[in-house]
Nanobody, 115 residues
Framework: QVQVVESGGGLVQVGGSLRLSCVAS????????MGWHRQGPGREPVAAIN?????NVADSVKGRFTISRDNAKNTVYLTMNDLKPEDTDVYYCYAKSLDAQSWYWGQGTQVTVSL
């Protein structure tokens, strides 16, 4: 089993920055991809990164959000710059198993961008 815990959400003004962190524990050797979704009207992929450092970032946040990973710490980061009100949401971290059959989700962290 894998446990995933997010941190770093909060309230920020338009144009500001936040960094979300996500730590995986347990059977972490079974994990390949880690990433973030946000809740929205339907859970929307935001960014993902595999063990090799290859990333995939949604067009809606490309150029503003960066995903990075520290494999030694089993931690993934989402650095969010130039935040907009439409980025307000609950952000969920996940870890996906090597065979892509199992997804492990965190409890979510709220990001609120105010005018």
């Amino acid at each position: 089993q894998v446990q995933v815990v997010e941190s770093g959400g909060g309230l920020v003004q338009v144009g500001g920055s936040l960094r979300l962190s996500c730590v995986a524990s347990g059977s972490t050797d079974s994990i390949n991809v880690m990433g973030w979704h946000r809740q929205g009207p339907g859970r929307e992929p935001v960014a993902a990164i595999n063990r090799g450092g290859n990333t995939n970032v949604a067009d809606s946040v490309k150029g503003r959000f960066t995903i990075s990973r520290d494999n030694a710490k089993n931690t993934v980061y989402l650095t969010m710059n130039d935040l907009k009100p439409e980025d307000t949401d609950v952000y969920y971290c996940y870890a996906k198993s090597l065979d892509a059959q199992s997804w492990y989700w965190g409890q979510g962290t709220q990001v609120t961008v105010s005018l």
